[in-house]
Nanobody, 119 residues
Framework: QVQLVESGGGLVQAGGSLRLSCAAS????????MAWYRQAPGKQREWVGS???????NYADVVKGRFTISRDNHANTVYLQMNSLKPEDTAVYFC?????????????WGQGTQVTVSS
């Protein structure tokens, strides 16, 4: 059994910063892609950015230059550093990971953490 647990969400003023964490635990043999998604009220879930096990990182245009994804492979943890936050960044942020558990690759999601940016 594998779990992704996110932390670090909260309320911040526009222009501020937050750092989200997502730790994977359980029967993990290997982790490939780890990513962040977000879902604002009334909108579809959207991709924020992702990082591969090889270190390649990509970002959605709307966050490029403001958000940074990093990863601690030893701790099976991915981080999302969010700077220069805007009210439109308000959303529930979800962590995603593609994990080899036992002999099969699975897609896992965290429970989500709320980020609210006030104007």
């Amino acid at each position: 059994q594998v779990q992704l647990v996110e932390s670090g969400g909260g309320l911040v003023q526009a222009g501020g910063s937050l750092r989200l964490s997502c730790a994977a635990s359980g029967n993990i043999l290997s982790i490939d892609t780890m990513a962040w998604y977000r879902q604002a009220p009334g909108k579809q879930r959207e991709w924020v950015g992702s990082t591969t096990s090889g270190g390649t990182t990509n970002y959605a245009d709307v966050v490029k230059g403001r958000f940074t994804i990093s990863r601690d492979n030893h701790a099976n943890t991915v981080y999302l550093q969010m700077n220069s936050l805007k009210p439109e960044d308000t959303a529930v942020y979800f962590c995603y990971a593609r994990i080899l558990s036992r002999v099969t690759w699975y897609n896992y999601w965290g429970q989500g953490t709320q980020v609210t940016v006030s104007s």
